[in-house]
């Protein structure tokens, strides 16, 4: 049993009977990123951000949120950047605590409506531990973006930084301990800006209300990269306009059709400069043919747990760890 769902076990029965209110909702955004800033980012490859931002229309509580991410690899390659002043334990953000670093607001970060809303010190997310389910046999530690090159201290198999074939993964539980109530209004949760032509499905799901419900980070994209399974939304790998999975000519079309027209991303804005122009088109080109394929058909878990529990997870983490090592 995975340690963030023994620790729910004990309101599995009233989450899972329960519906959440569905007063939060979650969207993924493409962000613009200025030409200079992503050649300083990207050194030629390309370079693109998106949100994930939650909606809240009375003052729901974000207790916690967890995520799975993984970058698709050959023939596809990239990596989540990290700001030269990332957090590279927490994944908090230094644009949140008011670091006026032009690169900053292009990095790879959680938050929470709250701090968000407030760049409190005293409404810092918690970071506990990886989601529910493993990147790798046995971890319970934290994978974020580090910005220096090296190993994961905690996982061998897991490379660390700035360049190719490193900040790939990311697995992460994050929240208020506090279970304080957020402010109404749309927020950015998390930011992932990827250096490179690749894509991923993001996995994961957020609690609300009193009970924890567990709710879903919903499907986006299109049917071709959709599956039954709850939890997945699609970063798309660069060059796939229409979200479908594949760099086709159906992207290509959509660019056709727009070109040096103002639009935003479902038009052919790829790079959020507000035209559709040739380095739109030069993203379909540079990316033909490519695809992701279909989401991972793992399940998520089913329970969030308690905001008090928060504060405790570290301990169940040593916890579970000694157990294993025992074994």
């Known amino acids: 049993m995975r340690w963030v769902h023994a620790l729910g076990a004990a309101v599995a029965a ?26 300083t980012i990207g050194s030629g490859q390309a370079v693109r951000t998106f949100d994930l931002r939650v909606t809240n229309t009375a003052a729901e509580k974000f207790n916690v949120a967890n995520l799975q991410v993984t970058l698709a690899g050959a023939p596809l390659s990239g990596y989540f950047y990290a700001s ?3 957090d590279n334990t927490s994944a908090k953000s230094p644009m949140v605590t008011g670091n006026s ?24 997310p918690d970071v506990t531990g990886s989601a529910d389910w493993p990147v790798s046999p046995a971890t319970i530690h934290a994978k974020v973006p ?13 490379l660390r930084g700035n360049a190719a ?44 209300t009193i009970n924890n419900n567990p709710q879903f980070f919903p499907k986006n994209g299109v ?3 959709a599956t039954a399974s709850q939890g997945t939304m699609y970063l798309p790998i660069e060059g796939d306009v229409d979200q479908n999975g594949l760099v086709d000519q159906l992207d290509l079309n959509v660019i056709s059709d727009n070109f040096v ?31 992701i394929g279909s989401p991972p058909a793992a399940s998520l878990g089913s329970v ?13 983490s040593i916890g579970m760890l000694g157990r294993r090592s025992r074994r």
């Not at 032009?102 to 970060?109: A, E, H, K, Q, R």
């Not at 935003?264 to 088109?281: H, K, P, R």
């Open 14 to 39: 009233t989450a899972m009977a329960s519906s959440a209110h569905a007063v939060l909702s979650l969207s993924l955004v493409p962000v613009g990123v200025p030409s200079g800033i992503a050649n």
């Open 84 to 86: 030269p002043n990332h």
């Open 101 to 124: 670093n032009t690169l900053d607001p292009y990095d790879t970060y959680v938050s929470t409506p709250r701090f968000e809303s407030t760049h409190s010190a005293a409404d810092l």
């Open 146 to 158: 580090a910005n220096t090159i090296g190993v994961d201290p905690f996982d061998a198999s897991n």
């Open 165 to 208: 074939g490193r900040n790939q993964t990311l697995n992460i539980v994050w929240g208020d301990h506090n279970g304080n109530s957020g402010p109404t209004g749309t927020f950015t949760v998390a930011r992932f800006t990827v250096v490179g032509n690749t894509g991923a499905f993001i996995r994961g799901y957020f609690g609300e």
């Open 223 to 225: 049917p071709a990269v």
């Open 261 to 291: 027209t103002a639009g935003g991303y479902a038009q052919g804005d790829l790079n959020g400069d507000g035209i559709i122009d040739q380095l739109d088109l030069n993203q379909v080109s540079d990316s033909f043919v490519n695809g």
């Open 304 to 316: 969030v747990p308690e905001p008090a529990v928060l504060s405790l997870l570290g301990l169940a």
